[in-house]
């Protein structure tokens, strides 16, 4: 044994010999191995980090994988610390990757992938289907070749498609859809649209429909007609006739314009600008319940009593519809709150509208209040830009009366839908959410006992938060309507954590979220594929069709599409924040934050006034980290044992450092 380790270091002497190699491998086959993935330093070095430990990867063998890499290594010890050499590739980070176009000082191209942690240049190729002459500084997809662990060759990529040249205005916009895989265009439309619906519509174009949405909105798809239900002159209730855009009456079932929105599943509402679903000649124009237009609509007549509470089944019906007015929020809720010089209704008949709509969706939020569950009310930020797509101002925009009276009506149709199509077609297209993930009801329920009970009623909070009474809708609503009273926001976010998905589903299940038990949106089909699918199964039903339930593939794209949208309007925002603070960092200005996370690394905060992300490293929060502790349970950084910060918590901060490259603000917190 002691010859086999003399030769093994002279591997040019014996590279060739078989027998040495053999025994090479079982010394080393013989050594731990581990499954981790790669995380690099801003150093040559890096780590492997596995479920268990960790271990330090020199910087020789992390030329041989990059950040993120989930490969197989070996052990060794090394002055008597463990480290991992690479061995082989499980998953490379890379596969299809946004980056942009460099070329060394030999003039051969290369591509710097848009990863905060991956720096190294990888050498690249462009493919012949790739016409333009590509620049420094352009941004292009590309996909890895070669990976030093699977192909015994260096890092090297293929460039796939110039996404956007580097000096484009509105490159975050491109890069991101390229990113998430998301079309720039709106649907290729037809040349013609024909009314595909053979069935009978009612005309109820003589009713005094009204739309009401922001005042540049042009996909408009529902309208809203409303009047007191009276008996022996006393109002006794209110019937709300919902009016919604029916663009499946020009679309065939096989046609592209269906597959490509089967695709899609969403409209891309983005800063500035939205990317239709449909094509815009449906969307904005056809299908849009423009005013004084007669429009094919899908109707639902809903009849509650005085309290809000449904008292009737909803009749739905095919008709002829037309919109009187084009309202928007900001104007009704002017005229509502009384403000100077506010917009006024042209007609008594709008105001009639209005003002009954009004007094419907106050009844409507006390009802749910009660029934179900309202969540704190949470501004939206708009980014208002110019042309060239530079970002003017950010706007915090809260919902006014006029958006809760839209909102309102649209819940209460939804809620007729689910149980509606339930008992009607026994399918659909359902919006579900089951409250707290089971691998996290445990956590959840001691949580809650930790914060809320005391020795006078730990018996009752022990059954009512019990495991088994939180995975019920009615345990789980009363859970939330016990911490509403509590100041602040922290009993929410911390729950949060211990939340599931939400989901669709082809069956009628409860949505946590909202307190209901059903739920199934078929107000947007302009907007939302889902909606064009309960469309056609209500269709179905009315004209005493078989039901078709919707493929689990539909569920599933559904799913993905809804995240990637997500993902795209987060990653163009943060990118936006960064452009529009990068001309202020040298001001430090000021802000108040809430704190949205705490981990080892620091804190990560939201500017109350825009909405921006920033993170506020540990180091700059207290100069002895060896102080400083994360409690995991609580979500909260502890300081020489005491409890100084936690996720809901309000602290003032100041912006110091804007990173373009990476997408990111750093601040500093002031005491």
């Known amino acids: 044994m002691c010859c086999a380790f003399y030769f093994s270091s002279e591997e040019i002497m014996f590279q060739n010999n078989p027998l040495l190699s053999q025994l090479k491998q079982q010394i080393r086959d013989s050594k731990p191995h581990v499954e981790g993935v790669v995380k690099a330093s801003d150093k040559a070095f890096g780590f492997l980090e596995t479920d268990k430990e960790s271990y330090f990867i020199a910087p020789p063998d992390m030329k041989k994988v990059m950040h993120g890499d989930k490969i197989k290594a070996v052990i060794e010890e090394a002055n008597g610390k463990k480290q991992a050499v690479p061995e082989e590739l499980i998953e490379p980070m890379l596969t299809r990757f946004i980056a942009k176009v460099r070329f060394n000082k030999d003039k051969k191209l290369q591509v710097l992938v848009d990863h905060p942690n991956i720096n190294q240049p990888i050498g690249a190729n462009q493919l012949k289907s790739v016409k333009e002459e590509l620049q420094e500084g352009d941004w292009v997809v590309a996909t890895l070749k070669t990976h030093p662990l699977r192909d015994d060759r260096f890092l090297f990529a293929n460039i796939q498609s ?5 000096d484009d205005e509105f490159a975050p916009w491109w890069v991101t859809l390229a990113r998430h895989e998301q079309s720039r265009y709106p649907v290729q439309g037809q040349a013609s649209y024909e009314m595909l619906d053979t069935q009978t519509r009612e005309d109820l174009t003589a009713l005094h429909f009204v739309t009401i949405d922001s ?33 499946t009456a020009y679309i065939a079932l096989d046609s592209q314009i269906e597959k490509d929105a089967r695709q899609r599943c969403f409209t891309n509402y983005l800063p500035g600008f939205n990317i239709p679903m449909l094509p815009r000649e449906l969307s904005d124009d056809l299908c849009s319940l423009v005013p004084n237009e007669s429009r094919p609509a899908l109707v639902c007549y809903i009849e509650t009593d005085m309290q809000g509470e449904i008292t009737n089944k909803p009749r739905f019906l095919s008709a002829t519809v037309q919109s009187k007015a084009k309202l928007a929020y900001n104007w009704v809720s002017d005229y509502l709150e009384q403000q100077e010089n506010a917009w006024q209704p042209e007609t008594a008949e709008i105001a009639e509208q209005v003002h009954n709509l009004h007094q419907f969706a106050l009844a409507r939020i006390q009802w749910r209040k009660t029934h179900g569950l309202l969540f704190k009310e949470k501004p939206d930020y708009s980014f208002v830009l110019a042309e060239n797509g530079h970002v003017q101002e950010i706007k915090a925009e809260h919902r006014r009366i006029a958006n809760q009276m839209i909102e309102e009506s649209m819940i209460i149709a939804n809620i007729c839908c689910a149980h509606y199509l339930d008992e009607q077609a026994k399918t659909g297209i359902f919006n579900t959410h089951k409250g707290f993930d089971s691998k996290f009801l445990t956590n959840a329920h001691n949580f809650l006992m930790a914060n809320f009970a005391n020795d006078e009623n730990r018996a009752e909070l022990e059954q009512g938060y019990g495991v088994d009474n939180l995975s019920t809708l009615t345990g789980y609503c009363q859970m939330r309507h016990d911490i509403e009273p509590y100041e602040g926001d922290y009993y929410e976010l911390r729950l949060r954590r211990f939340l599931t998905f939400a989901e669709f589903k082809s069956e009628l299940a409860p949505h946590f979220g909202l307190g209901l038990t059903g739920y199934a949106t078929w107000t947007s089909p302009i907007r939302k594929y889902s909606d064009m699918v309960n469309h056609r199964l209500i269709k179905a039903t009315l004209a005493n069709q078989p039901c078709e339930k919707p493929a689990d593939e539909i569920l599933v794209r559904l799913q993905e599409a809804r995240r990637q949208n997500r993902l795209v309007e987060r990653d163009i925002a943060d990118w936006l924040y960064c452009r529009y603070l990068a001309e202020k960092v040298s001001e430090k200005p000021e802000f108040d934050a809430e704190v949205q996370d705490v981990m080892r690394g620091g804190m990560r905060v939201q500017l109350i006034e825009n909405g921006a992300s920033v993170f506020i490293p540990a180091s700059t929060i207290h100069p002895n980290k060896d102080e400083m502790e994360v409690n995991n349970d609580e979500l909260a950084l502890y300081i020489n044992g005491e409890r100084k910060y936690k996720i809901g918590d309000i602290v003032k901060v100041q912006l110091i450092e804007v990173k373009e490259e990476t997408r990111s603000l750093i601040g500093n917190l002031i005491s």
Do not use: Y
């Not at 110039?162 to 580097?166: E, Y």
């Open 215 to 247: 005042e540049s909105t042009q996909d408009m798809d529902d309208a809203l007609f409303i009047e007191k239900i009276e008996e022996n002159g006393v109002q006794t209730g209110w019937r709300l006739v919902v009016a919604i855009a029916d663009p």
């Open 162 to 166: 110039l996404i956007c040249r580097k």
